[in-house]
Nanobody
Framework: QVQLVESGGGLVQAGGSLRLSCAASGRTFSNYAMGWFRQAPGKEQEFVATIGWKDGTTYYADSVKGRFTISRDNAKNTVYLQMNSLKPEDTAVYYC????????????????WGQGTQVTVSS
């Protein structure tokens, strides 16, 4: 089992920044690819970013490319999502997720999920 706890969400004005953290406990964190997803009210869950377990390969949704950065610190069992130039359309509950081996954009391939953290961007 892997337990994931997100933090760092909040209210920010458009153009501002937030850094989300996801602390993992349980099994060896470095063996897991990590992903960030988000879900806005009335919308389906949306892929945001993923980072690989071995070489740290990253991949981003087009909607956040150039504004968001995913990173991981295996020594701290933590994955981060640095969000810059935030827009009102980034408002959502953000979830981190973990899966063995490589990352993927498909949410149903992740095995473990955090409880989510709310990000609200005001215009």
């Amino acid at each position: 089992q892997v337990q994931l706890v997100e933090s760092g969400g909040g209210l920010v004005q458009a153009g501002g920044s937030l850094r989300l953290s996801c602390a993992a406990s349980g099994r060896t964190f470095s063996n897991y690819a990590m992903g960030w997803f988000r879900q806005a009210p009335g919308k389906e869950q949306e892929f945001v970013a993923t980072i690989g377990w071995k070489d740290g390969t990253t991949y981003y949704a087009d909607s956040v490319k150039g504004r968001f950065t995913i990173s991981r610190d295996n020594a701290k069992n933590t994955v981060y999502l640095q969000m810059n130039s935030l827009k009102p359309e980034d408002t959502a509950v953000y979830y981190c997720a973990a899966k063995m081996a490589g990352g993927t954009i498909y949410y149903n391939r992740y095995d473990y999920w955090g409880q989510g953290t709310q990000v609200t961007v005001s215009s």
